[in-house]
């Protein structure tokens, strides 16, 4: 029973009243959600990024998994991707496709979900569109952010000699994938609890990213792997990098369910899902580097270094220096 | 066999090189699809306008219409957005949610559709999101105007007094639902086709909307049908509306169909999906948006007045000024 255009459900004007009208009252450019379009300006000394990713039910998230993790995941994914071009968070929109069977209880808490990563992260919600279907939940974020004029910065502008860098730890969120897919068994109660957290709750740098512009050559965010998204920095960039494997920064967590298992290690060095800046910087920043690592509190690793060589070629080596042999890409299949 | 994240199909960056990089390569801002955000300024005099619309198979477009219909709907209906606040466009995002059984076939279909309507409309893809989904085709776009600083044109400025106008021809699209339904027989042929191309091809009305601003005191496009969203319209403002029935401007084609059929008229009034632009402006604007319909070929015309009365409320007559009976919402089940 619903509209031919919107699809919209009988109700979901109410909806829309209820749970998606407080959460845009923070932005004026909203429009109060009662108008076609938001407004709003950009400074004359600042650009926009924009930046969109959507996430299905039974392919990014589990069906069953908290609204509340679902929300932080959709809007933090967006802004690791905005934190990935030096951008501060702005505003964002949502659209919603939701099948019948969703009912107000999943709205409330996604709602809530929402409204607090909005708090936290300073953001808020711009515009949007809710309609039915009859697949599983289908949503997607496009976020704005602001950076300085011409500061963005890309994934292409690595140079050979170019350290490595990477925040935070990375195979957090692989692991906790295996867990969720009950391939993986973890004793320690709170080992497990913190690997499905980064699975479901991953932290955007956004505090750090805007600090990068002028001082990374280049950046992403880990959300293939490690190995695959520096890759993916090098091919844009027309260089090779080498890492050392032994610098990758792991949580204890981590650590303690990898053990000495090289799989287990090549999982956290190719799995994904991380949402970690991965960037490059001239040898001569690392002292600049470290004292944005202790203002923002976001531990900054150097793992290796841009070298000459095929574009994209990337090689790791172990603490003993001998080449280690890693699948390109790490991901498993839901 | 998708990637956990961003639920990639394998070959999935390959299809975004072959179809979607071309429809970037007109805007600078897009980097090329090849950053993790697309980045563009906003002239100091202008503001961004922001809209965002989706369409799901089987709810807002027929499984079976052509790809390239579906990728001219799903523009144009958020171009009529934009032009409804008044906005020229300027670029747009894309995200794509297919199932597996979309093939190529039906991708170049589709990216050859966003192309030509592109170079008609005078946009550019800026960025996107595919993903891959067990549920029907989903599709969202995220629609970016021009509007000077300030003169975005609400829905809630209506003053009693004002007149009431509209572009275009109303209720072609919603014959050709039913005609697309099976509910309706048209033996000319051409009516027909004239009807179902409104249905699928909706025209915004760009050129004409940009022109609005300073001249039309509210304005929105008639999407869920004239009475309803002039009930939308006069409820932002805060009044009431009288339409005179008899002055709705109608196609040759949706004249021959309707007839003398009070039933058929009144779906043409109430059935929505029409994409023209409904607006008020004062008594003493009229020649000026006489002069902007002869410039731009888009025909305006007045139908009714804003009214003090209960706000959101409209009444319509007939040519003889009897009172006529309307459904809030002439809208049909799909």
Redesign the interface.
């Known amino acids: 029973?619903?509209?031919?255009?919107?699809?919209k459900a009988l109700g979901e004007f109410g909806r829309i009243d209820r749970y998606f009208k407080p959460l845009a009252s923070g932005f004026p450019g909203a429009?109060g959600l009662?108008?076609?379009?938001?407004?709003?300006?950009?400074p004359?000394d600042?650009?926009?990024?924009?930046?969109?990713?959507?996430?299905?039910a039974?392919?990014?998230f589990f069906p069953d998994d908290s609204p509340g993790d679902i929300a932080a995941k959709l809007l933090r994914?967006n802004l690791s991707?905005?934190a990935?071009?030096g951008?501060a968070p702005y505003a964002y929109?949502?659209?919603t496709?939701l099948p019948k069977s969703v009912g107000e209880d999943w709205l409330a808490g996604f709602a809530a979900g929402l409204g607090e990563d909005q708090a936290r992260f300073g953001i808020a919600l711009?515009?949007?569109?809710s309609?039915?279907?009859?697949?599983?939940i289908?949503l997607?974020v496009?976020a704005?952010?602001l950076?300085p004029?011409g500061g963005?910065v890309?994934?292409?502008g690595g140079r050979p000699g170019d350290r490595v860098f990477v925040t935070g730890t990375v195979g957090d969120a692989a692991l906790g994938?295996q867990i969720a897919f009950g391939k993986l068994e973890v004793a320690d109660d709170s080992a497990r609890a913190a690997l499905l957290r980064r699975l479901r709750r991953p932290d955007p740098r956004t505090t750090l990213g805007p600090r990068l512009v002028g001082l990374a050559t280049a950046c992403?965010?880990v959300?293939?792997g490690l190995i695959a998204d520096l890759g993916h920095l090098c091919e844009?960039s027309g260089c090779a990098a080498a890492v050392e494997s032994g610098r990758v920064p792991l949580s204890c967590a981590a650590r303690a369910v990898i053990g000495t298992d090289p799989a287990r290690f090549a999982l956290a060095l190719t799995g994904?899902?991380d949402y970690e800046l991965l960037f490059t910087a001239p040898e001569d920043a690392a002292p600049a580097l470290a004292g944005l690592s202790a203002e923002t509190g976001v531990p900054v690793t150097a793992i290796g270094r841009l070298v000459d060589g095929p574009a994209g070629n990337v090689t790791a080596t172990d603490p003993q220096g001998r080449a280690l042999d890693l699948p390109t890409?790490g991901?498993?299949?839901?």
Chains 1, 2 share one sequence.
């Open positions: 029973m619903t509209h031919p255009k919107t699809g429009r009662a108008d076609d379009a938001a407004v709003f300006g950009v004359p600042r650009e926009l990024v924009v930046t969109t990713d959507a996430m299905v039974g392919v990014h994914t991707d905005l990935a071009m951008a929109t949502l659209v496709a711009a515009g949007g569109d309609v039915s279907t009859a697949g599983p289908t997607s496009t704005f952010g950076v004029k963005a890309p994934r292409w994938l992403l965010d959300s293939d844009e994904g899902d890409r991901w498993d299949h839901f």
